[in-house]
């Protein structure tokens, strides 16, 4: 007994070390995995991938578009026939008619009918094709909503993005800056120690320091607030750590296209103009609809019925008292074929109205159809137009730049020689700053606005 029991203890004691060993490597492949995704490196593709995965305007669009879908399906399924069947029975006191000898009684009844009918509209003025073909249309057009959606989402991903490049650019940019600063203000100083300065030349030179920490923090604040929003554009937790890819190449590549070239591409890009090209043919299709009220209706159905009563057969010569059930369901089984015509001649003008109502609303739809080409060509030439203007400004900028910097290198040698004051060189040197932080503006600027036109023309990140 006691040399089973020590086995046991062994495999009891290595089950518990196996286990114990289990839950510790688990325990450290879940640290390694959420430490993995806190870091998070995004491309914008793949931020637009997540933006558009999780984001909930998106997800509602779809349930929306699901739900058109379901129309359409619905309407497919209407021309097909109806079959239905149907039981009924009563306890009856009294007088009541029993319908399987159509005569009344006067005596507690047990009375029962079942029925199978069936039915199939085989005209009805098109009514029903055409509702198919509308609702099919209606489906494009809340599938070209939720693209609406996704675009508007990608355009706000794109924007945050760049945002967040930039804003960290003029960090790297406010940091050297800074730097240059305490460069200047400890050569000041031991100019000053040297006593070839006086204290003013230091305190400028402090103040320089100052102001390029300032930078720092406002730019700082800037990129904190750019960051949160756009996590949480793409639903990432406030913890998670992203960092973004940059483009490949410094300078933008783009090819200038005249206007109505890009226009042209993004009529058949964007999905406004699928939408408003839905609506009015749905507008269309809804005339007809409409129209096909004035036409007569040809319904075919037919059907197979039977009916019971527990008091038939009695004080009878053909049956037995209480007659089975199944004996009176196939004695009294009837079945019938029929075809219904029905002539609309009179409505209150409802038909006639409800035309002319469709024609007003397929009027309209044209009309938003050209309204919305004509924004579609509004917005491509503005963006063709800012597009321009930035590729101005961004070389004007780097013209500008390179101009303070070469200021600032002579005012500071002419200051190290005694020819310059100070001031002059604070002056340069706050010129040449803010020539900096506008290129880096420019800079993205002309990529932000060069995405838009590409993103019109239906062309893809590559970065």
């Given at each position: ?40 490196k ?64 006067t ?28 609702n ?6 809340d ?48 100019i ?7 204290a ?26 750019s960051?949160?929003n ?150 491509v ?9 930035a ?12 101009a ?20 002059d060189?604070?002056?340069?040197q ?34």
């Open positions: 007994m006691s040399h089973n029991f020590s086995i046991k203890d062994l495999l009891f004691d290595h089950m518990s070390y196996c286990i114990k060993l289990f839950s510790i490597t688990i325990y450290l492949l879940l640290i390694e995995n959420l430490s993995a995704f806190s870091q998070v995004l491309s914008l593709k793949q931020a637009i991938n997540i933006a558009l995965t999780d984001n909930l305007q998106v997800k509602q669009s779809q349930v929306t578009e699901s739900i058109a879908n379901q129309n359409f399906r619905q309407s497919k399924f209407n021309i097909l026939p109806t079959l239905n069947a149907n039981i009924n029975e009563s306890l009856n006191f009294g007088r009541s008619l029993d319908y399987t000898t159509y005569s009344y009684v005596q507690k009844t047990n009375l029962a009918n079942e029925s199978i009918t069936t039915s199939v509209t085989l005209f009805q003025g098109l009514q029903k094709i055409n509702q198919i073909a509308a099919r249309l209606l489906f494009q057009s599938k070209s909503a939720t693209q609406k959606v996704k675009n508007d989402l990608m355009l706000e991903v794109i924007n945050n993005y760049i945002t967040i490049l930039s804003s960290q650019d003029q960090l790297t940019a406010a940091q050297q800056q800074l730097d240059l600063a305490k460069q200047q203000l400890d050569v000041s100083t031991k000053f120690n040297a006593g070839k300065k006086m003013s030349d230091v305190s400028v030179a402090k103040s320089q320091v100052a102001k390029a920490e300032l930078n720092i923090t406002t730019i700082q604040n800037q990129l904190n607030n960051v949160v756009f996590k949480q554009l793409l639903n990432l937790s406030p913890e998670t750590k992203i960092n973004l890819s940059e483009p490949k190449n410094d300078e933008v590549q783009f090819q200038e296209k005249a206007t109505l070239d890009i226009y042209n591409k993004a009529l058949h890009v964007l999905p406004e103009t699928n939408k408003a090209l839905y609506a009015r043919l749905y507008a269309e299709k809804q005339v007809m609809i409409q129209k096909g009220a004035y036409y007569p209706s040809i319904v075919l159905s037919s059907g197979i019925a039977s009916n019971y009563s527990h008091i038939l057969g009695m004080d009878s010569m053909f049956f037995t008292p209480q007659s089975r059930f199944l004996t009176q369901f196939k004695i009294n089984l009837t079945e019938y074929v029929q075809v219904s015509l029905s002539i609309p001649i009179f409505n209150n003008f409802s038909t006639r109205i409800n035309v002319k109502k469709a024609k007003l609303d397929l009027e309209s739809a044209r009309l938003d159809e050209e309204t919305t080409k004509n924004e579609i060509y509004k917005v030439n503005q963006a063709n137009e800012d597009l321009t203007a590729k101005k400004t961004y070389e004007y900028s780097k013209e500008e730049y390179n303070t910097l070469d200021t600032y290198n002579t005012m500071y040698k002419r200051y190290l020689t005694g020819l310059s004051n100070p001031i060189v604070n002056q340069a706050n010129e040449m700053n803010s020539a900096q932080f506008d290129l880096i503006h420019a800079k993205y600027d002309l990529l932000l606005k060069s995405e838009i036109i590409d993103f019109y023309q239906g062309r893809s990140m590559d970065y």
